[in-house]
C-alpha cells in the first residue's frame, strides 16, 4: 500500500514574525548602504569636478598652485576607486572624454582667434588674391606673400591642392589594388606577412619618407628629367602617395572582408568565377567603405608636413599652367606653417594661423566626407533603409 506523506507542519507564528523582522533589518541595512555609498558619490563626483575646474582656472591664470587640485583630483579618484570602484570608474570615463571634446574646441578656437587680425587686415583677398597691387608689373601668383604689406594663401592653397591629387593618383588605384589582393586573391599565409606589413608602414616617420624623398626622388627626377629645381609637386605628392597606402589598403580591406559572405557564395552558386564575383559582386558592395579608405588617405596626404617640409623648394608662386606638377614653385599649407612658424610674428604669424584654419576646415570635410560615406555603407550591407 502506498504509505501517504504526513502533512506539513505549520510554521509557528512566533518564528514567521522573526523571519520576517530579520528580513526587514537586511533590507533596510541594504538600503542604508546604497544611501551611503550614493552620498559617498555624490561627494567624491563634486570634488572631482570642484579639482578639475580649479585646475583648468589656475592653469590659465599662471598660478604656482596648480599643482594642488591636481593632487586633490589624485587623492579624491584614488579612494573613490578604492571604495566606489563602478562610480569612479563613471567619473574618469565621463571626464576623459569631455576632456577630449574640450581640448579640440580650445584649439579651434585659438586658431580662430589667432586668425582674426589677419582676416582684419586682408579680407577675403587673404585666400582668394592672386595679384600683388603694390608691385608695379604684378604678375599672377608671385610677390603675395610679405611683400607690401600683402598675405595671401592662394599659392600655398594650390601647392596643396596640386601634391593632394597626385598623392590621391597614387594611393587610390594601388591601395584599393592592394586591399582585393589581400582580402579577395591572396592565400592565408601570404595574407599572414602581407597584412602586417602593410600595417607596419604606417609607422614609419615621416621624416624618414621625406628624407628618402630627398635623397633619391629629387636628384633622380632632377638628374634624368632635367626638372627646373631639384624639388616638385610630383616628387612629393609621389611620397605622400606612398605614405597614404596603408590607411588606403588597411581600410578598403576592412570593408571588403565585411561583405557579407552569403552575397560572394550566392555570386559563386550562379556560376561565377572567383574573380567574376569580386568583380561584380565584392568590389561594388564594398564600394562605401572603399571609398571612406581613399578619403582618409587623401586626408593623410593633405595634413602631410615633414615629408613634404623636406622635398620642396618653398618658392611661393603659381605654376605655369596651374597643373604643371614639375614648376620651380613648391610651397603647401602645411610646409609653409612648419617653414616659418619659428620667426613669425605680427600679421605674419596671424596668417599662418588662417593657413591652420583653412586645412583645418579642409581635413575636417574630408573626415565628414568620410564618415558619411562609411554610414551609407553599414545602411547597405545591414539591409536598412
Known amino acids: ?22 528580513t526587514e533589518r537586511t533590507r533596510q541595512r541594504a538600503r542604508d548602504y546604497r544611501s551611503r555609498t550614493d552620498d559617498g558619490a555624490i561627494a567624491m563626483h563634486g570634488l572631482v569636478a570642484a579639482s578639475v575646474l580649479t585646475t583648468f582656472l589656475l592653469f590659465l ?34 571626464l576623459t572624454t569631455v576632456a577630449t571634446v574640450s581640448i579640440l574646441t580650445l584649439i579651434v578656437a585659438f586658431l580662430l582667434y589667432e586668425s582674426i ?16 597691387p603694390a608691385m608695379e608689373t604684378p604678375t599672377l601668383g608671385q610677390g603675395l606673400w610679405g611683400r607690401g604689406g600683402v598675405w595671401s594663401l592662394t ?9 593632394t591629387v597626385v598623392a590621391t593618383l597614387i594611393a587610390a588605384p594601388i591601395g584599393v589594388a592592394g586591399a582585393v589582393f589581400v582580402s579577395e586573391i591572396a592565400p592565408g599565409r601570404v595574407r599572414e606577412v602581407v597584412k602586417p606589413g602593410i600595417e607596419l608602414m604606417a609607422g614609419i616617420p615621416s621624416i624618414t619618407y621625406g628624407f628618402i624623398g630627398l635623397t633619391i626622388v629629387n636628384q633622380y ?9 631639384i624639388g616638385t609637386y610630383f616628387a612629393a605628392g609621389l611620397m605622400i602617395g606612398i605614405m597614404a597606402l596603408p590607411t588606403v589598403v ?37 564600394l562605401s567603405g572603399v571609398s571612406a579608405g581613399v578619403l ?22 603659381f605654376p605655369s599652367p596651374v597643373f604643371d606638377v614639375f614648376s620651380r614653385y613648391g610651397e603647401t599649407l602645411t610646409t609653409v606653417i612648419a617653414f616659418e612658424g619659428g620667426n613669425a610674428s605680427g600679421i605674419h604669424m596671424s596668417a599662418l594661423f588662417a593657413a591652420g584654419v583653412v586645412l583645418f576646415v579642409m581635413v575636417m570635410l574630408l573626415s565628414v566626407t568620410s564618415q558619411y560615406v562609411e554610414w551609407r555603407m553599414h545602411q547597405k550591407l545591414g539591409g536598412e533603409r
Open 296 to 317: 582618409l588617405g587623401v586626408g593623410r596626404a593633405m595634413g602631410e608636413t615633414m615629408a613634404a617640409t623636406v622635398m620642396l623648394t618653398h618658392t611661393k608662386g
Open 250 to 286: 588597411t581600410v578598403a580591406e576592412d570593408a571588403l572582408n565585411a561583405v557579407p559572405e552569403s552575397i560572394k557564395s550566392g555570386a559563386l552558386a550562379m556560376g561565377s568565377t572567383s574573380w567574376q564575383t569580386t568583380k561584380s559582386v565584392t568590389i561594388p558592395a564594398g
Open 1 to 22: 500500500m502506498t504509505q501517504l506523506l504526513p502533512p506539513p507542519r505549520e510554521v509557528p507564528t512566533r518564528l514567521r514574525g522573526a523571519v520576517a523582522r530579520h
Open 221 to 229: 627626377f632632377y638628374a634624368e628629367f632635367g626638372t627646373p629645381t
Open 61 to 94: 591664470a599662471g598660478s604656482r598652485w596648480t599643482v594642488l587640485p591636481v593632487l586633490t583630483f589624485l587623492g579624491t579618484m584614488s579612494v573613490g576607486w578604492l571604495r566606489y570602484q563602478a562610480e569612479a570608474a563613471k567619473a574618469l570615463t565621463f
Open 155 to 163: 599659392p600655398m592653397m594650390l601647392g596643396t591642392a596640386i601634391t
Open 117 to 132: 587680425p589677419a582676416v582684419r587686415a586682408m579680407g577675403v583677398d587673404l585666400f582668394t588674391r592672386v595679384r600683388n
